[in-house]
Nanobody
Framework: QVQLVESGGGLVQAGGSLRLSCAAS????????MGWFRQAPGKLREFVAV????????YYEDSVKGRFTISRDNAKNVVYLQMTSLKPEDTAVYYC??????????????????WGQGTQVTVSS
């Protein structure tokens, strides 16, 4: 099990940028693939991006490709989500999550056992 704490959310104008961070506890961070998900009011939680244990393999939801970048620092036990060219439709609570199969880049949230508390991202038009 890993404990996750997100930070970096906030209010930004359309076209702006934010970098989310997710700090993980424990010494087994490299044992997990890490994903970012988001949930807007009245909507289901949706996949945003995932990175495998090595950091070499990533996958993105179509609407964020070319705008968002997921990365990780295994020495610091942190995963990042750099978000640029933000749009009002990106407004949501963003969650990081850990998948115990480290070499997979899965998009289904049911595969992720550990979740952070979420951080709010609001993009104004």
């Amino acid at each position: 099990q890993v404990q996750l704490v997100e930070s970096g959310g906030g209010l930004v104008q359309a076209g702006g940028s934010l970098r989310l961070s997710c700090a993980a506890s424990g010494r087994t961070f490299r044992s997990y693939a890490m994903g970012w998900f988001r949930q807007a009011p009245g909507k289901l939680r949706e996949f945003v991006a995932v990175i495998d244990f090595s950091g070499q393999n990533t996958y993105y939801e179509d609407s964020v490709k070319g705008r968002f970048t997921i990365s990780r620092d295994n020495a610091k036990n942190v995963v990042y989500l750099q978000m640029t060219s933000l749009k009002p439709e990106d407004t949501a609570v963003y969650y990081c999550a850990a998948d115990s199969i480290p070499y997979r880049t899965r998009t289904n949230p049911t595969y992720y056992n550990d979740w952070g508390q979420g951080t709010q991202v609001t993009v104004s038009s």
